[in-house]
């Protein structure tokens, strides 16, 4: 039994051992018209908990940068790879990336957001479809195709990242710069402006 309901995913038990870890499928959040799309990797302990992506410590992190480029967290759609958490906080299969991949393409589809930020290694892999090097990326703007839609993709480090290396804070910083910016996002910091054709 599987189900997406707008954005949100009801009901799926493609992934056993993701089924048996989880307490509930944590679907993503934000206006459903959203210039700016977050794509984490997945679920872990505290998102699980609460139902919602990025609310740990890294979630902090990420609001704060938001805040700083003029931006509120409601003001962007933030959602996972896969949405469900991985026993131990594992890295996600790529059999389980390729079974959450539907969801995704459908919840991008019906946002048709200006900008994708990917927040780390897996994401970024995921929706680019090649290696990528994060550290060394960050910042870059790749024109892809998901799901047959051109799509603009923004690598970013995973705010974790910053936790526990200070190093990466500037390049984190800069790079949701640059996605506010790509997002048309008034400096004023009222909200979003719809971009014009790009």
Request: aromatic letters at 4%; charged letters at 30%; a negative charge.
């Amino acid at each position: 039994m599987e189900q997406m309901d707008g954005l949100t995913v009801t009901a799926c038990e493609r992934c056993p051992e993701l089924c048996e870890s989880r307490s509930r499928i944590v679907s993503g959040v934000g206006p459903e018209d959203a210039d700016l799309v977050f794509v984490g990797e997945a679920p872990g302990a505290t998102e699980d908990e609460r139902g919602e992506p990025f609310v740990g410590r890294s979630g902090d992190v990420l609001d704060d940068a938001l805040r700083d480029a003029g931006l509120a967290r409601a003001d962007v759609r933030i959602t996972n790879c896969v949405r469900c958490r991985p026993p131990d906080n594992r890295d996600p299969t790529d059999d389980e990336l390729a079974n959450c991949r539907e969801y995704l393409e459908r919840e991008l589809d019906l946002l048709d957001p200006e900008v994708i930020v990917t927040l780390g290694k897996v994401p970024s892999e995921h929706l680019l479809e090649r290696s990528v090097g994060v550290t060394n990326e960050a910042g870059t703007v790749t024109e892809t195709r998901i799901a047959g839609a051109p799509r603009r993709v923004l690598v970013s480090v995973h705010p974790a990242a910053t936790l526990y290396d200070p190093s990466q804070r500037e390049t984190f910083a800069e790079t949701i710069d640059t996605a506010a910016d790509l997002a048309g996002v008034e400096d004023s910091g009222d909200g979003q402006a719809r971009l014009g054709d790009f």
